[in-house]
T-cell receptor
Framework: DSGVTQTPKHLITATGQRVTLRCSPR?????VYWYQQSLDQGLQFLIQ???????AKGNILERFSAQQFPDLHSELNLSSLELGDSALYFC?????????????FGPGTRLTVL | AQSVAQPEDQVNVAEGNPLTVKCTYS??????LFWYVQYPNRGLQFLLK??????LVKGSYGFEAEFNKSQTSFHLKKPSALVSDSALYFC?????????????FGKGTTLSVSS
């Protein structure tokens, strides 16, 4: 158990809908990262938050957004869902915003868009 | 652009034999390298990392990795494989070109250990 929790575990929804994925980082970790894992794209970085502020953006679609709250938990919002958004979404956390810190991953949320 | 490559989609090894999972990298500055393992329907578990110092890094579950700067490689090794090591292994490098501290992952290598 990494100490990173994600809810829900599974999500099944329809095209055009909007969903919210939630992540609680390890206790004391200030950085939260979101990654998407799909068969065709592999593991791709979406976005990073550090201590409540957006720190970096990767291959995140404009239909997707995220935020980190004062208690450091984070939410990833996916809207106008398309079939191609079906994937495993991981949250990871690390102590600081440092190249040397280890990222610890949650169990993921499996999103299925029908 | 920084990248990491795992040239083998699958590695097959018999239980008790040594295993190697290959990884090569391309970075513009200092490499910060990581190995993760993913079991079916589970998240990624951290195995080990290279930041600086000794080229042989020891990690969890008996795994180790050898950093080779001249060959830009960071191969994962284990002296004696177990059936329970069968999983998907990812090599990753810190993206030092962009803002933030994200990881860039390889495509993954499936390790299959037969009894």
């Amino acid at each position: 158990d990494s100490g990173v929790t994600q809810t829900p575990k599974h999500l099944i929804t329809a095209t055009g809908q909007r969903v919210t994925l939630r992540c609680s980082p390890r206790s004391g970790d200030l950085s939260v990262y979101w990654y998407q894992q799909s068969l065709d794209q592999g593991l791709q970085f979406l976005i990073q938050y550090y201590n409540g502020e957006e720190r970096a953006k990767g291959n995140i679609l404009e239909r997707f957004s995220a935020q980190q709250f004062p208690d450091l938990h984070s939410e990833l919002n996916l809207s106008s869902l398309e079939l191609g958004d079906s994937a495993l979404y991981f949250c990871a956390s690390s102590v600081r915003d440092s190249f040397t810190d280890t990222q610890y991953f949650g169990p993921g949320t499996r999103l299925t868009v029908l | 652009a920084q990248s990491v490559a795992q040239p083998e989609d699958q590695v097959n090894v018999a239980e008790g034999n040594p295993l190697t999972v290959k990884c090569t990298y391309s970075v513009s500055g200092n490499p910060y390298l990581f190995w993760y393992v993913q079991y079916p329907n589970r998240g990624l578990q951290f195995l080990l990392k290279y930041i600086t110092g000794d080229n042989l890094v020891k990690g969890s579950y008996g795994f180790e990795a050898e950093f080779n700067k001249s060959q830009t490689s960071f191969h994962l090794k284990k002296p004696s494989a177990l059936v329970s090591d069968s999983a998907l292994y990812f090599c990753a490098v810190r993206d030092t070109d962009q803002a933030g501290t994200a990881l860039i992952f390889g495509k993954g290598t499936t390790l299959s250990v037969s009894s």
